[in-house]
């Protein structure tokens, strides 16, 4: 690889040794931070290096590092459970985030307690290893655990690809592990000859690659979002196949006018035994044509973009050693929250609670960690975690139902029924203070734009109605903002992109309808687009269908006309 010729990430994956590089020294050098070339394999083991951005200019950066919890399909048991909330206690300043890929992220973990945390995480027996970095990432799928042949075989493909696409380097286990089980404690680097990467090869792949699986009836895992999605055809009940789809993707960079957010487009049909190996074809095609010059147009839908969807399929059926055929017409038609008490179909119910933006904290008003606890505790109950960041309770009795909504009330969080629908189906990323590319809030701004937009919608007669609100506090889009039926991208301090006409099944993406809005403008400015909205829609049309049917000039007429 000529180093002229590609960005200065592939040069460290490179040099690495299979994702080494000096970690092990930097681990006991004393410093609370790690050096960038560190930071960027670092990602491939689970950790981000960040510091609390509203301590900046009150003297040096306070350094931390967020982890991030692999959780194929989204599920974990209560002792898991219970295992981060400890990590949370213990080293993340008493927090817990649900995330918008079905993980966990634990965050203001110092460089001290980087090594005991990783540890405790892999002792419940999961893994930070893929979470991040430029590798297939977290493998979503629906988490309904209902008790049916087609979810049951969705979520056995996740596992399945999780397990494949897991990288194989030793160093994980070298620098995270190897103690735990051998008592040594003399962080070692390893040789890179011993390793090999079967998928990967050395320089792993361009970017990030995200995977995920979803039915046509209920896209609640966003899967046109994902670099590969795999939605399940079904027919008499059972999964008799997929639709691939490739080259969706959110992140963008306003300054640079190549890149933009793209939904993913079928692809071609595979039976559920070819699946792994189309997927193996379509991550190598990747791998070997995907630019590794700019990291800003690596993801795979420019790739597709570039190329074209039938140059592209050419070179996956060549890749995987046969043709493949034409995908089948079903098409996403529904999205499910999963909140609120569902039937599991053996006989036990599954509740789904709906947290605010993932996060799992106590303060005076709410206590949603205690009540998880002593959910755990009581019942026992698995957990899956969902793409809205809530998590399911799976395997209740139903003789159980009233003593856990009690649970619920005793600590003061509110049933899922018994928030606006509006709140239900918002989320926001991180955003500041902890995350590197956050220029402005997200999680800390959305409950006050929610509770003040809420309160409006219930005065216009529209308190019901189901629309998506997804905020983030960069355009790198980790919440999805692009495709919602509301986008709200944070542009600068305090300032946010607004966008409109996405739809809440995740089919359509929006358009930009103002850049730079102020937090204290976005309700009002959404006020009017509401009231038009009420005047002047269809029978049963949703609000992201009208402003989609409307047209970004209609509504810009209409707002200087109510102005």
Not at 5 to 14: G, L, Q
Not at 238 to 255: A, D, H, Q, R
Not at 323 to 346: C, I
Not at 528 to 543: H, I
């Amino acid at each position: 690889m000529s180093e002229n010729k590609v960005s200065a990430v592939e040069i460290i994956k490179e040099n690495s040794r299979f994702l080494r590089g000096d970690i092990a020294q930097e681990l006991c050098d004393g410093n609370d931070f790690f050096s960038k070339e560190s930071i960027q394999l670092l990602k491939h083991h689970g950790t981000y290096q960040q510091d609390d951005r509203d301590l900046r200019g009150k003297g040096e950066k306070a350094y931390s590092l967020m982890v991030r919890t692999r959780v194929p399909g989204g599920k974990v048991t209560s002792d898991q459970m219970l295992a981060h909330l400890d990590l949370g206690d213990a080293f993340g300043r008493g927090k817990l985030r649900v995330t918008s890929r079905q993980a966990f992220q634990l965050h203001y973990i110092l460089k001290s307690n980087i090594r005991e945390a990783i540890g405790r995480i892999n002792q419940c027996g999961l893994s930070t290893l893929a979470a991040c970095g430029d590798v297939c990432r977290n493998v979503m799928c629906c988490p309904a655990p209902y008790d049916d042949p087609a979810h049951q075989q969705m979520q056995q493909l996740a596992d399945a690809l999780a397990e494949h696409f897991r990288p194989r380097t030793r160093a994980y286990y070298e620098l995270w592990l190897k103690d735990l089980e051998t008592g040594e404690k003399e962080l070692v680097g390893g040789q890179a000859e011993e390793d090999v990467e079967p998928i990967y090869g050395r320089h792993y792949l361009p970017r990030k690659f995200k995977i995920g699986i979803a039915l046509p009836t209920d896209n609640c895992i966003d899967i046109l979002t994902h670099d590969l999605g795999f939605l399940a055809i079904i027919r008499d009940g059972n999964v008799i196949g997929y639709n691939v789809l490739v080259g969706g993707g959110m992140g963008v960079t306003p300054t640079n006018k190549k890149t933009f957010p793209a939904l993913a487009q079928p692809l071609a049909f595979v039976t559920p035994e070819q699946a792994i190996d189309v997927a193996t074809a379509v991550v190598g095609v990747q791998r070997d044509f995907g630019n590794r010059e700019d990291r800003k147009v690596a993801r795979l839908k420019y790739l597709v973009n570039n190329w074209g969807l039938e140059k592209f399929k050419a070179k996956v059926e060549e890749y995987y050693g046969a043709e493949l055929p034409a995908p089948e017409a079903d098409q996403v038609t529904e999205v499910d929250d999963h909140m609120g008490w569902a039937e599991q179909g053996n006989g036990r119910l599954v509740y789904g609670l709906s947290l605010e933006n993932g996060r799992i904290y106590d303060d005076e008003a709410c206590q949603v960690k205690s009540a998880i606890r002593e959910i755990c505790a009581a019942f026992a109950p698995g957990i899956r975690l969902t793409a809205q960041q809530s998590l399911l309770f799976t395997d209740i009795d139903p003789a159980n139902r009233q003593a856990l909504e009690a649970i619920l009330r005793k600590h003061h969080v509110p049933l899922s029924a018994d928030r606006s629908t509006v709140d239900r189906w918002s989320m926001a990323c991180v955003g500041l203070p902890t995350c590197g590319l956050a220029v402005t809030d997200s999680e800390r701004a959305l409950p006050g734009i929610i509770a003040s937009l809420e309160t409006k919608l219930e005065e216009l007669g529209l308190g019901d109605e189901a629309l998506t609100i997804h905020m983030t506090g960069c355009p790198n889009g980790c919440a999805r903002p692009y495709n919602s039926d509301i986008g709200l991208v944070g542009k600068g301090r305090d300032k946010y992109t607004l966008l409109l006409g996405g739809s809440r099944l995740g089919t359509r993406l929006n358009f930009l309808y103002r850049d730079l809005v102020p937090s204290d403008e976005i309700v009002p400015t959404l006020l009017t687009l509401f009231q038009y909205f009420k005047q002047a829609r269809e029978p049963g049309e949703s609000f992201g269908d009208f402003c989609a049917r409307k047209g970004l000039d209609d509504l810009i007429a209409h707002g200087e006309a109510s102005a």
